[in-house]
């Protein structure tokens, strides 16, 4: 079984605080993503990478950065954390497939 | 660009009863079409996919046909359980590029019993 972790399932953080997710998938998958999933809008991409130390930007990176130093591990960052990035993050995996495999989420809250 | 639309919910249904959500798509080519489900507390799961026309994905009694002609891909199941309570997420790929899905803004469904 595909087994797709993140660090904290809650997180609480002030505003202004550096703030990282840690992602880490178990089944070699080249390519992993990270999505915020707020009421009434569904899951929004903001950041995916298809192979070490690449990343391509998704729909909504304003605010995150990413670091892929190894193949099983996928951070994002929130560089200065702020109230409007209160959400549910998700982070997911994939072979060439496109079936992803999502972790369980981590709900993070700034206050 | 491409999109992805589901009906809203929540979705309110009897145990038994039969259930659909409507997914309608707007894409270039011909993508690969997913539901994905979420029960309360957890990730997302894929459900079933299909990757071509007339393609029928199926699992645990759910079903959904890939219709080009009417870019839909909507979800069905017979008879719906208190366990299927949960949010469903219609999704799509491009054929070309990166693996990345596109989903919709998900439905919640809630069975009682």
């Known amino acids: 079984d595909v087994k797709v972790t993140q660090s904290s399932r809650y997180l609480v953080k002030r505003t202004g605080e550096k703030v990282f997710l840690e992602c880490v998938q178990d089944m070699d998958h080249e390519n992993m993503f990270w999505y915020r999933q707020d009421p009434g809008l569904g899951l929004r991409l903001i950041y995916f990478s298809y192979d070490v130390k690449m990343k391509e930007k998704g729909d909504i990176p304003e605010g995150y950065s990413v670091s892929r130093e190894k193949k099983e591990r996928f951070s994002l960052i929130l560089e200065s954390a702020s109230t409007n990035q209160t959400s549910m993050y998700l982070c997911?995996?994939?072979?060439?497939?496109?079936?992803?495999?999502f972790g369980p989420g981590t709900r993070l809250t700034v206050t | 660009g491409d999109s992805v639309t589901q009906m809203e919910g929540p979705v309110t249904l009897s145990e038994e009863a039969f259930l659909t959500i409507n997914c309608t798509y707007t894409?270039?080519?011909?993508?690969?079409l997913f539901w994905y489900v979420q029960y309360p507390g957890e990730g997302l799961q894929l459900l079933l996919k299909a990757t071509k026309a007339d393609d029928k994905g199926s699992n645990k009694g759910f079903e959904a046909t890939y219709r080009k002609e009417t870019t839909s891909f909507h979800l069905e199941k017979g008879s719906v359980q208190v366990s299927d309570s949960a949010v469903y997420f219609c999704a799509l790929s491009p054929l070309s590029g990166y693996s990345t899905l596109t989903f919709g803004k998900g439905t919640m469904l809630l069975v009682s019993p």
């Open positions: 997911a995996s994939s072979l060439e497939s496109y079936e992803q495999y």
């Open positions: 894409a270039t080519g011909y993508p690969s």
